[in-house]
């Protein structure tokens, strides 16, 4: 969350980025993982990776 105001008086908070995750499971029990983050409003660039992990993200 991040605090914004549209008139510098009053102060509000709003999302700062929302982010997804797709995985699949592979064989060996491990899971290759997505994550995509988009930043929600003026500031920031999107972003994906993919990683791979032990254990199921949750």
Known sequence: MDVRSDDDEDLYQALAYS????AWRL?????????????????????????????MPG
């Not at 982010?19 to 797709?22: G, Q």
């Not at 997505?34 to 930043?39: A, D, G, L, S, Y």
């Open 19 to 22: 982010e997804s995750i797709t």
């Open 27 to 55: 064989s060996g029990r491990r899971w290759l993982v997505h994550r995509r983050v988009e930043p929600l409003g003026e500031e920031g660039e999107s972003g994906s990776s993919f990683s791979l992990e032990g254990r």
